[in-house]
């Protein structure tokens, strides 16, 4: 045996799963992008992480929807270490993000402030095609 000890397999590393899904930009699309999540973490035995999941990507997929001229938007969800869900909304449009702020009686404005509350962490990234935001979730937090 070449490259290992007598009697100990070898093993292959094992991808972590991921998921993507890509939407039209129409008033549809954050349900569909919750129920593609909702099904994905009962898939991988994370159902407690299924509730802020959902409401994270709807919000997030709403922003894209409503903020952005982007005519589709893109839905990933991986686990990018054991402990941690990454959720990541694809938009093609190239403008700021607004700062995460709602005045006080304002009936929109506020996912940001959601997913700043309800996440561990987040950010937004540029990329060649528009940009990029994600959030992460600690698979070991009590859910909701």
Do not use: F, Q
Request: a neutral charge.
């Amino acid at each position: 045996m070449t490259g290992a000890t007598a009697g100990v397999a070898e093993t292959a590393p094992v991808a972590r799963p991921s998921y993507r899904a890509n939407h039209v930009a129409r008033h549809t699309a954050p349900a569909t992008a919750r129920h593609g999540v909702a099904r994905t973490l009962k898939t991988w035995g994370l159902e407690h992480m299924a509730d802020t999941a959902e409401l994270l990507v709807s919000e997030l997929v709403t922003n894209a929807i409503t903020h952005t001229t982007s005519r589709t938007v893109g839905v990933a969800v991986t686990c990018p270490v054991e402990s941690t869900i990454r959720i990541v909304v694809m938009d093609t449009d190239r403008s700021e993000l607004p700062p995460p702020e709602a005045g006080g009686d304002e009936e929109s404005g506020r996912g940001l402030l959601l997913v700043d509350k309800l996440s561990d962490r987040w950010g937004v990234e540029r990329v060649a095609t528009g940009k990029r935001v994600w959030c992460d979730l600690d698979t070991r937090r009590v859910a909701l």
